[in-house]
């Protein structure tokens, strides 16, 4: 393949001593679960964030879950988030039991608006899950003028900015997935809860370790959804080289748009005042199976990812009571994600340029 979708090894070449030297440390330790490795990478994504704490928890869907029963979520609430996002999302809200209440995009941002969440409220609505989709950072102080704490779905945000802050300090606390092929990847899966309020912080440190404080009096129903020692050590490793790897996002998509990708495509648009760190570099074409075509034969890598959006999931449906989406039908149908990664280059954007002009022809 020329280009292929992701390139996730070149940027760890140069730190592989230094991720072997970390993994060595937590061998000799003997310390596996809940120790020294976590405490410290919670401190530092949190300082990252722009937050006061930050919580280790197994990956980024038991992240969803814990938190909103941090929140308060339970039985008989309903959840407002976009159906245009990956099935966790969704997902993670049934075993609080409540109930997933399905909104709209913009289908040129992929992200909710306050016009789309508010269409969607009713008098059982507890909070709002604002995903910041393919890296893009969905107007949280906007939807929280609403009247409802909003709980940020930023698993694929870490690096991106906006005028506001970073994720993870937007809303009253935010989720992280650290799957390998997220932007700040660990060596398996992984997840966080970034927060400010020190009640829904401590909540969730009760919440992920059996409703436990210490392992001998139990308050609730929790979960076992811990963040191993190894892969807090890995991530502690590459969180001080996440902003340049944005960077390279960012970079990405310029060449991108220097190739003239516009003219062929639809580009995805940055919401006001957010400078996205592309997770997924998601374009739009009205007849995207000729897109695919293109890109296929010039040895492009792409990806459609959500051609069922969650609400007509079969699971979901149940709940989805002939909701009307336009925005995520129309994103649903057309979108198609092409190569992004850190050392995405010039030659390689235009190398992906040919080939979706090829579907113009």
């Known amino acids: 393949m020329s280009v292929p979708l992701f390139d996730g090894s070149t940027p760890l070449v140069p730190l592989r001593q230094e991720l072997r030297e970390a993994i060595d440390r937590v061998l000799d330790s003997g310390r596996f679960i809940l120790g020294p490795e976590v405490a410290a990478f919670e401190r530092e994504l949190a300082a990252y964030c722009g937050a006061s704490h930050a919580v280790g928890v197994a990956n980024g869907t038991d992240a969803i879950t814990i938190a909103l029963r941090a929140l308060g979520v339970g039985t008989g609430d309903e959840v407002v988030l976009p159906s245009f996002t990956f099935y966790a999302s969704a997902e993670a809200i049934a075993p609080t039991g409540a109930t997933p209440v399905f909104c709209d995009i913009d289908p040129h941002t992929y992200c909710v608006t306050a016009d789309s969440v508010r269409a969607a409220l009713t008098p059982r609505s507890k909070a709002v899950i604002a995903v910041h989709l393919f890296g893009n950072v969905a107007p949280v102080a906007e939807i929280e003028a609403l009247g409802l704490p909003v709980l940020e779905d930023a ?30 990847p660990c060596f398996g899966d992984g997840g966080a809860i970034v927060t400010s309020d020190e009640r829904i912080a401590e909540r969730a440190r009760v919440l992920r370790f059996h409703g436990s404080r210490d392992k001998v009096n139990y308050e609730q129903l929790g979960y076992n959804s811990r963040l191993d020692e190894l892969q807090a050590a890995i991530l502690r490793v590459q969180l001080p080289h996440l ?17 003239g990708l516009g003219e062929l495509v639809g580009l995805p648009r940055a919401v006001a005042g957010s400078s996205p760190a592309w997770h997924l570099y998601v374009v739009s074409h009205p007849q995207v199976e ?13 990806k459609p990812y959500y051609r069922t959006p969650v609400h007509r999931q079969p699971p979901m449906r149940s ?28 030659e390689q954007a235009e190398l992906v340029v040919a080939g979706a002009r090829a579907a113009a022809a």
């Open 155 to 184: 698993a694929q945000a870490i690096g991106s900015r906006s005028q506001a802050g970073r994720p993870g300090a937007l809303g009253v606390a935010a989720t992280f997935s650290f799957y390998p092929s997220k932007n700040l």
């Open 243 to 259: 902003d340049g790897w944005a960077d390279g996002r960012r970079r990405a998509a310029g060449h991108y748009e220097q190739a």
């Open 290 to 302: 000729r897109l695919e075509a293109a890109l296929a034969s010039a040895g492009v890598g792409f």
């Open 319 to 346: 709940w989805a009571g002939g909701v009307e989406l336009p925005g995520t039908e129309l994103a649903a149908r057309t979108h198609l994600a092409i190569p992004m990664s850190t050392v995405l280059t010039r």
